[in-house]
């Protein structure tokens, strides 16, 4: 399915598979904040559409409900990729618990989080 956000954010799916998905958001300038470091809001919406996809990929579809993330360390836009990981932890009959991770290029883990998305 279309999600003109997620183009808009430069958000690409790698990979999505029932209670998994893969992805990365492609770093740039407009992402930073005052500080020169990429905004909680994109790490947030790169764990959203990633963790999003984990859920939706049994064809059902989901709605964000909530969310809490901790954040590590900081990204600097010209660093290229931010990576994200997303397990699915629970899947019930109208409710999916996802967990997130953010990482830079090496691997370092610098957010994660869990997602909770509502069937619709």
């Keep these: ?3 003109k956000f997620s183009e808009f954010m430069e ?3 790698t990979n999505a598979k ?22 909680g ?3 947030n919406a790169l764990a959203d559409a990633i ?8 064809g059902d ?3 964000t409900q909530g969310c ?3 954040f590590y360390t900081s990204t600097e836009p010209k660093e290229g990729r931010l990576y994200a990981r997303a397990d699915v932890r629970h899947r019930g009959s109208r409710t999916c618990i996802v967990a997130v991770q953010l990482l830079h290029e090496d691997g370092e883990v610098v957010c994660d989080g869990q997602f909770s998305y ?3």
Excluded at 26 to 39: M, S, Y
């Design 41 to 43: 809001g994109a790490y």
């Design 118 to 120: 509502s069937k619709i």
């Design 1 to 3: 399915m279309e999600n």
């Design 51 to 58: 963790g999003g996809e984990a859920a939706r990929a049994t």
């Design 68 to 70: 809490s993330q901790q």
């Design 18 to 39: 029932p209670d998994y998905a893969e992805g990365y958001m492609v770093l740039r300038e407009e992402l930073a904040d005052e500080l020169g470091h990429v905004t």
């Design 61 to 63: 579809m989901y709605v």
């Design 11 to 13: 958000i690409v799916v």
